[in-house]
């Protein structure tokens, strides 16, 4: 019982997992600047994401450009591009197969049947997780290196936007649920072997002497 409701707490880890992998791919606020100039009336906040780039005036007007070049783009990008779609379906089939493994589900058949799918998408968790950690890493260290950089003018650094913590904390959720998923099937698995009832061999000589001996009554 403590298994399944520890399956069914990193079941919801990763379904807040998912949600923020794919609100956070999809989100413009991967860095921010906010220039606010010498009037208020006038300040703006430009947004760059992974697909658009997003610019938010004080007046109320809001405005995005997709970004349909994908050559032109940083390698930073693209490869962030690549990693958080590869995380978002990754995600997406650990919770289909999770949902099949799980205990407190009647679906997936004999309990090793399930116990192996429960770990298929715990393995799913954890490298969408992996996947998950690696752009935005990544990508907050291109942030921090153009900010330190002196020879960059100001209006041209950008800080960490929402997208990025969204993403980090995702990634943090799958990782944790795909552990949790994959050390309770190993759990179960390794007493099942442990504690496999002993069956008693006897030698052949005492099997054979106790048939004499049921004979001799016989007679």
Known sequence: MASASLQFFAFILALFG????????????????????????????????????????????????LKYSVLSLPVYIQAARTTMVLSCILSAFGICITTVGMKCTKLGGDPDSKSHACFAGGVC???????????????????????????????????????????FISAA????????????CFKKQQGAWIYRPKQHHFPPTEQESNAGYNLKDYV
């Open 173 to 184: 959720f799958l990782l944790i649920a795909g552990v949790i998923f994959c050390t309770s």
């Open 18 to 65: 998912v949600f923020g992998d794919i609100t956070a791919t999809l989100l413009p606020n991967w860095k921010v600047n906010a220039d606010v100039g010498s009037n208020i009336i006038t300040a703006i906040t430009q947004m760059q994401g992974l697909w658009m780039d997003c610019t938010w005036y004080s007046t109320g007007m809001f405005s995005c450009t």
């Open 125 to 167: 968790f954890i490298l969408a997780g992996i996947f998950g950690l690696v752009p935005t890493s990544w990508y907050t260290r291109e942030i921090i290196s153009n900010f330190l950089d002196q020879t960059i003018p100001e209006s041209s650094k950008h800080e960490p936007g929402g997208a990025v913590y969204t993403g």
